[in-house]
T-cell receptor, first 118, second 110 residues
Framework: ETGVTQSPTHLIKTRGQQVTLRCSSQ?????VSWYQQALGQGPQFIFQ???????GRGNFPPRFSGLQFPNYSSELNVNALELDDSALYLC?????????????????FGEGSRLTVL | RKEVEQDPGPFNVPEGATVAFNCTYS??????FFWYRQDCRKEPKLLMS???SGNEDGRFTAQLNRASQYISLLIRDSKLSDSATYLC???????????FGSGTRLSIRP
């Protein structure tokens, strides 16, 4: 058990709808990263939140957005859902340090939210 | 070109065999490297970090070659429980992101 919890575990949406996925990070972790994992692929980096601000972003369109709250929990929002958005969405928490260079250390993953878009 | 590339496999080897996985990364700014393990329909979990000097953890040995931008994982005396997908990972502090390869599937047969 990593202490990272995600909800919902499974959900089904239709094209054009919007979805919000939630993540509670491990106690003491200040950073949350979100990944999209399609079947048979490795996790693709969506973005990272550190101290409530987006801190890094992968190659995903603006309809993928997020939030981090003061308690370090996080949400991933996806608007205008497309069929290709069907995937496992993984949240990972970690500890990052402040300053010019941040560490990219071990990630602790939740079990994921499996989204199906019909 | 993907930032982190791995042979997807699958590798199908007998129990007790030694198996090696390779991985290359394209961004020379990468500063941290890891191998993660992912079981079927489960989340990835850290197997081991990879250091420039090479490091060993029981039956597992990881190597990093910064000049060639190449990472390897060696599993000795493989067990049935080693069957999983192995993900090569590179971290970029400047962009605050950790990038995963597509994974290499390993299946150990009795």
């Amino acid at each position: 058990e990593t202490g990272v919890t995600q909800s919902p575990t499974h959900l089904i949406k239709t094209r054009g709808q919007q979805v919000t996925l939630r993540c509670s990070s491990q106690s003491g972790h200040n950073t949350v990263s979100w990944y999209q994992q399609a079947l048979g692929q490795g996790p693709q980096f969506i973005f990272q939140y550190y101290r409530e601000e987006e801190n890094g972003r992968g190659n995903f369109p603006p309809r993928f957005s997020g939030l981090q709250f003061p308690n370090y929990s996080s949400e991933l929002n996806v608007n205008a859902l497309e069929l290709d958005d069907s995937a496992l969405y993984l949240c990972a928490s970690s500890i990052e340090t402040s300053g010019a260079t941040r560490n990219t250390g071990e990630l602790f993953f939740g079990e994921g939210s499996r989204l199906t878009v019909l | 070109r993907k930032e982190v590339e791995q042979d997807p496999g699958p590798f199908n080897v007998p129990e007790g065999a030694t198996v090696a996985f390779n991985c290359t990364y394209s961004n020379s700014a990468s500063q941290s490297f890891f191998w993660y393990r992912q079981d079927c329909r489960k989340e990835p979990k850290l197997l081991m970090s990879v250091y420039s000097s090479g490091n060993e953890d029981g039956r597992f040995t990881a190597q990093l070659n910064r000049a060639s931008q190449y990472i390897s994982l060696l599993i000795r005396d493989s067990k049935l429980s080693d069957s999983a997908t192995y993900l090569c990972v590179a971290g970029y502090s400047s962009a605050s992101k950790i990038i995963f390869g597509s994974g290499t599937r390993l299946s150990i047969r009795p």
